[in-house]
């Protein structure tokens, strides 16, 4: 069936530290490919999106490209901020029975630091 | 913001009991889930309605049942709860059932079983 892996958390950083974060995934056909921010207390909203091989979701200083080759969905932002702790998930859409459904990696909480 | 509320927010129950979570959207959207949060294993689909009175499984369903008999309301129902289902529930939608759809995510339901 599919999967999404994700890598473990907590990640911790310094203000404007470079982040990445790592989603490869499993699938028998042609996902699409999310990231989805999960701020203190509150329910899931969409970070980006990617559709297709090569397609590049962007969305806040955040991109994460589509990468076939690799299955993986890496999310990265150049300079983070204290505002952008938050749990991040990668998840992946793809038809099972008769729907579309979203299959999540477990979350990875990251901490940035002042 | 996408118009989701889910009630209560916050409930403590008995085991043995049962418990009725509601999920309404202002929205109209056709699509309506339900997850359980819990940690180290993300969002699980528990079940998911792809319009009035037609609902379907997802991969953590056995202890649970739902119904729709509107667009507006999705009911997740714990005949008789029990410990291991004390969680963290969320209710999302989506205005359709394609690969690409983003899903809007309520604010969330915390149950706790005793």
């Known amino acids: 069936g599919n999967s999404v892996t994700q890598m473990e958390g907590p990640v911790t950083l310094s203000e404007e530290a470079f982040l990445t974060i790592n989603c490869t995934y499993t699938?028998?056909?042609?996902?699409?490919l999310f990231w989805y921010v999960q701020y203190p207390g509150e329910g899931l909203q969409l970070l980006l999106k990617?559709?297709?091989?090569?397609d590049k979701g962007s969305n806040k200083g955040f991109e994460a490209t589509y990468r076939k080759e690799t299955t993986s969905f890496h999310l990265e932002k150049g300079s983070v901020q204290v505002s952008d702790s938050a749990v991040y998930f990668c998840?992946?859409?793809?038809?099972?029975?008769?729907?579309?459904?979203?299959?999540f990696g477990k979350g990875t909480l990251l901490t940035v630091n002042p | 913001d996408a118009g989701i509320t889910q009630s209560p927010r916050h409930k403590v129950t008995e085991t043995g009991t049962p418990v009725t979570l509601r999920c309404h959207q202002t929205?109209?959207?056709?699509?309506m889930y339900w997850y359980r949060q819990d940690p180290g294993h993300g969002l699980r689909l528990i079940h998911y309605?792809?319009?009035?009175?037609?609902?379907d499984k997802g991969e953590v369903s056995d202890g649970y049942s739902v119904s729709r008999s509107k667009t507006e309301d999705f009911l997740l129902t714990l005949e008789s709860a029990t410990s291991s289902q004390t969680s963290v529930y969320f209710c999302a939608i989506s205005e359709s059932g394609t690969s690409a759809n983003e899903q809007f995510f309520g604010p969330g339901t915390r149950l706790t079983v005793l």
């Open positions: 990617a559709t297709k091989a090569d």
């Open positions: 699938a028998t056909g042609y996902p699409s």
């Open positions: 929205e109209n959207h056709r699509y």
């Open positions: 998840a992946l859409s793809e038809r099972g029975g008769s729907n579309y459904k979203l299959t």
């Open positions: 309605s792809y319009g009035v009175k037609d609902t």
